[in-house]
């Protein structure tokens, strides 16, 4: 089975900086979607990434997806404490699966 | 807001008992997901209902169930509990069968937190 593996698992950043999350998955990737949870709340959707090479942003977070090397990374830029949180990414585990697997999570913490 | 409800919020029962919790999906999304989270497994997706017809099986146990009816809200059905099934259930919905088509997003409620004493 597909499994997602985040790195860091979790964060502690100073307000302004500038962060990555990574996550690498042990198949190939058919999508790579990226939520952000807050603690005990519901996930909610940042981006989805289909093709290799693809990069989207929305606001000041950017997500591109590696096909070849089957992973995907976000990174914020001028990180705020509002971006605090869990993130996550997930992935179908198959072409035809019609449900998401998703990695362990990253905890984001910014600092003020 | 998602746009997607749960009920409970929170719940906290003993050992051996049996809970139902309850999920209305977004105005006009047929497909239901429901998700287990735990510190130890994280997120695993459990169910897919879809216009009323189980179309996806995760990792649910057979103590578990689960139904979507005929206005697409959908319970989940947790029985014999045991201290290990605590945890966060999520309930998500779309539009579609699949994940393809626009984003495929999955809109998830806030959740139903299961305590087992």
């Known amino acids: 089975s597909q499994e997602l593996e985040q790195s860091p698992q979790s964060l502690i950043v100073q307000e302004g900086k500038n962060l990555t999350i990574n996550c690498t998955s042990s198949?190939?990737?058919?999508?790579l979607y990226w939520y952000k949870q807050k603690y005990g709340e519901g996930l909610i959707f940042l981006m989805m990434l289909q093709k290799g090479g693809e990069e989207k942003s929305h606001e000041k977070i950017t997500a591109k997806l590696d096909e070849k090397k089957q992973q995907s990374s976000l990174h914020i830029t001028a990180s705020q404490p509002s971006h605090a949180g869990i993130y996550l990414c997930?992935?179908?585990?198959?072409?035809?699966?019609?449900?998401?697997?998703f990695g362990s999570g990253t905890q984001l913490t910014v600092l003020p | 807001d998602s746009g997607v409800t749960q009920t409970p919020k929170h719940l906290i029962t003993a050992t051996g008992q049996r809970v139902t919790l309850r999920c209305s999906p977004r105005s006009g999304d047929l497909s239901v997901y429901w998700y287990q989270q735990s510190l130890d497994q994280g997120l695993q997706f459990l169910i897919q209902?879809?216009?009323?017809?189980?179309?996806a099986k995760g990792n649910i146990l057979e103590r578990f169930s689960a139904q979507q009816f005929p206005d697409l809200h959908s319970e989940l059905n947790l029985s014999s509990l045991e201290l290990g099934d605590s945890a966060l259930y999520f309930c998500a919905s779309s539009p579609l069968r699949g994940l393809a088509g626009n984003t495929g997003e999955l809109f998830f409620g806030e959740g139903s937190r299961l305590t087992v004493l």
């Open positions: 198949k190939t990737l058919y999508g």
């Open positions: 997930g992935a179908p585990p198959s072409g035809s699966a019609r449900q998401l697997t």
């Open positions: 209902y879809y216009n009323g017809e189980e179309r």
